[in-house]
């Protein structure tokens, strides 16, 4: 069960989503994922990710700004 809300991507910009189920992936129950705030690409389903606590990922890039953040979107079955 997972307590918190998930707005999405608020920004507009792409969105991809794949068709992953993810069992008990979120570890704080009540951490709100509100999705792609600034931009950029939100990643869903990709199961070779580093996850952090509530299931967001940080990421860097070899090219322009040191470091790009992404937001998984996770599906909680349980």
Known sequence: QYAGQ???NLAGYN???GNQVI???V????????GN???LMGVQGNGN?????NGNLVATRAEGNAVTTLFVKK???S
């Open 6 to 8: 998930n707005a999405g």
């Open 15 to 17: 969105d991809v989503i």
């Open 23 to 25: 069992q008990n992936a």
């Open 27 to 34: 570890r704080n129950l009540k951490v709100q994922n509100v």
């Open 37 to 39: 705030l600034n931009g």
């Open 49 to 53: 990710q580093n996850q952090i606590g």
């Open 75 to 77: 599906t909680v079955i």
